[in-house]
């Protein structure tokens, strides 16, 4: 069973503001910070994007992953798929427009395919998962919300 975790989180802002600001790859570096280098972006005929980048894994480790978006509703949910070395993530995030902006939902699954005990990593996971998707959800809330930086 894959390890999943959920997390949401209000934004000042309209849904299609905070779309826009996730759905650009230049935002990516703001509120990922192991992200190492965006490799290649590509379109896709549902809207979305092929992504490749590389990333700095929990003990250093240098990952290059792929991902793209098998549903594309700009505005309203995005589901993405990605691989890297036997490890599967399906990202969700829904947004819905409330009284004072936008509330954006997230689950996160990720399933090991490469260790016969993929089971017991994928258990061990969920709240360092948690916890990065909370401090995703914040750092995204935290920069819409204080808008453009003139750095």
Same mark, same amino acid.
């Given at each position: 069973?894959?390890?999943? /975790?959920?997390?949401?989180?209000?934004?000042?802002?309209?849904?299609?503001? /905070?779309?826009?600001?996730?759905?650009?790859?230049? @935002?990516?570096?703001?509120?990922?910070?192991?992200?190492?280098?965006?490799?290649?972006?590509?379109?896709?005929? @549902?809207?979305?994007?092929?992504?490749?980048?590389?990333?700095?894994?929990?003990?250093? /480790?240098?990952? #290059?992953?792929?991902? #793209?978006?098998?549903?594309?509703?700009?505005?309203?949910?995005?589901?993405?798929?990605?691989?890297?070395?036997?490890?599967?993530?399906?990202?969700?995030?829904?947004?819905?427009?409330?009284?004072?902006?936008?509330?954006?939902?997230?689950?996160?699954?990720?399933? /090991?395919?490469?260790?016969?005990?993929?089971?017991?990593?994928?258990?061990?996971?969920?709240?360092?998962?948690?916890?990065?998707?909370?401090?995703?959800?914040? #750092?995204?809330?935290?920069?819409? #919300?204080?808008?453009?930086? @003139?750095?």
């Amino acid at each position: 069973m894959p390890a999943h /975790v959920h997390a949401e989180i209000e934004i000042l802002a309209s849904p299609g503001e /905070v779309f826009a600001f996730l759905d650009d790859p230049a @935002n990516a570096p703001l509120i990922l910070p192991q992200l190492i280098q965006i490799l290649s972006v590509e379109p896709l005929s @549902n809207g979305g994007r092929r992504v490749r980048y590389t990333t700095r894994g929990r003990w250093g /480790v240098i990952c #290059e992953w792929a991902s #793209e978006h098998i549903e594309y509703q700009p505005g309203k949910r995005v589901v993405t798929q990605g691989a890297w070395d036997g490890v599967a993530v399906t990202a969700t995030r829904e947004f819905s427009r409330t009284d004072r902006g936008t509330l954006l939902r997230a689950d996160l699954s990720v399933r /090991v395919r490469r260790f016969g005990l993929g089971w017991l990593i994928e258990y061990q996971w969920r709240r360092p998962m948690r916890a990065e998707l909370r401090r995703l959800l914040a #750092e995204t809330k935290r920069q819409i #919300e204080s808008g453009p930086s @003139n750095d």
